[in-house]
């Protein structure tokens, strides 16, 4: 169905005035070195807990190299444009805090902060603009600025294989282990602050069970 879905916008392509369908920008091929290089400088200079095979890593992306030693990705790891990947600083642990299973891919604007741990197993796709967070930022103190405060001791994130969440989704755990069942779909702008089970379609704000659309095989 994607393959005809795919035939039938290429048949709308206006040719060119020499008759031919206009082909990918040459151009193009420049961006791509760019991302090549600059997931092997990566490789190769930034200490990371785990580097697999096949990673790419768009140029744009925010990795800092101290936080490096606390994020380990999987082989076939893909971070689209501008992406974001934060640890807590002054966290006295060294275990990796963001973990990418093999095959995740992350879309463009998508930002994963952890202080304690946030994993994705492996083949999760997240939509472009998704937040993965573990903590947060503390405000009790009214007399001390929000940004002066520090961040709370949050809790855990699991994001189980195959999940799917959906443009503009956040997942958010205050304290204890969050839970996103595999082969569950998070709808757009959902906000999920609780654990569901595998194979859930959740959405909304906060985000709520809809329906489970297959049952766990034993």
Not at 4 to 28: F, K, Q
Not at 122 to 128: C, E, G, N, R
């Amino acid at each position: 169905m994607l393959r005809s879905r795919l035939n039938e916008e290429e048949a709308t392509i206006p040719p060119a005035s020499d008759g031919r369908v206009p082909g990918a920008d040459p151009l193009s091929c420049v961006g791509r070195v760019r991302v090549r290089l600059f997931t092997e400088w990566l490789r190769h200079v930034y200490p990371f807990a785990r580097f697999g095979d096949k990673v790419s890593i768009h140029y744009s992306c925010d990795i800092g190299r101290q936080v490096a030693p606390r994020i380990d990705l999987g082989s076939g790891v893909f971070l689209g444009r501008d992406v974001w990947l934060n640890v807590v600083a002054g966290v006295p642990c060294s275990a990796p805090a963001i973990i990418l299973g093999d095959g995740c891919r992350i879309g463009r604007r998508c930002v994963i902060s952890a202080r304690n741990r946030v994993c994705l197993e492996p083949d999760v796709l997240l939509a472009p603009s998704v937040l993965i967070m573990d903590h947060n930022h503390a405000y009790s103190d009214p007399n001390l600025p929000i940004h002066a405060q520090g961040t709370t001791t949050g809790g855990k994130i699991v994001i189980g294989r195959n999940c799917w969440l959906g443009y503009g989704a956040v997942v958010l755990c205050g304290k204890g282990e969050l839970v996103l069942g595999r082969n569950s779909i998070v709808g757009a702008n959902a906000v999920v602050t609780q654990s569901f089970p595998p194979f859930s379609i959740v959405a909304g704000n906060p985000a709520k069970l809809i329906r489970q659309y297959a049952t766990v095989q034993q």
